[in-house]
């Protein structure tokens, strides 16, 4: 009778211990998806088009830059620009259309617009491999860009009004040729 108290007992207890070795995985993959969802979640995007105004005259080619808040709460959005090789970044000073610091609320997304023609003109173009978004704690979201695209902003052609930059008032203006 000893042998089979002791064999209920070794069973029972590797029962427990397998019980309670799930109730903790459970608990920690319940865990970890909670902190998950307190973490900003931006989705970044990349488009191109043109600005259209009252008239119907449309804007030089643009690259519009997105950035969509999937979380349930606001992101402060305090940066965007290019990614470059090695990790470096060039952040826009003052992106074109685009305030910041920008509080992006929940389920909303922000635009910002960089003309080709200053692409074509940039540097550094050439190590530029994709765009970001950064937040007021240093979270940043980035999007690689493919070759093709690039090619594409490189030969898209100037029709329509120019974006240009004033350097003594510090803001962008339209110039119609």
């Given at each position: 009778m000893g042998q089979l108290s002791d064999t209920i007992t070794i069973i029972i207890a590797v029962y427990g211990a397998v019980l309670a070795t799930m109730g903790f995985?459970?608990?920690?993959?319940?865990?970890?998806n909670e902190?998950?969802?307190?973490?900003?979640?931006?989705?970044?995007?990349?488009?191109s088009g043109s600005l259209i105004d009252r008239d119907g005259k449309s804007s030089e080619p643009l690259i519009i830059f997105e950035a969509y808040n999937n979380s349930q709460f606001s992101v402060e959005i305090t940066g965007c620009g290019w990614l470059a090789l090695n990790r470096e970044r060039y952040q826009f000073i003052k992106p074109?259309?685009?305030k910041l610091p920008y509080t992006l609320e929940p389920h909303r997304k922000i635009e910002t617009y960089f003309c080709c023609r200053?692409?074509?003109?940039?540097?550094?173009k050439e190590k530029i491999i994709g765009?970001?978004?950064?937040?007021?704690?240093?979270n940043q979201w980035?999007?690689?860009?493919?070759?093709?695209q690039l090619q594409q902003w490189e030969n898209a052609q100037?029709?329509?009004?120019?974006?240009?930059?004033?350097?003594?008032?510090?803001?962008f203006y339209r110039r119609d040729d």
């Open positions: 995985g459970l608990s920690l993959v319940l865990g970890i902190l998950q969802k307190q973490l900003p979640k931006i989705k970044v995007k990349l488009t074109y259309l685009l200053w692409f074509r003109d940039l540097p550094y765009i970001f978004f950064v937040d007021d704690s240093g980035n999007l690689k860009i493919n070759k093709k100037s029709k329509g009004y120019l974006i240009e930059w004033n350097k003594n008032s510090q803001e």
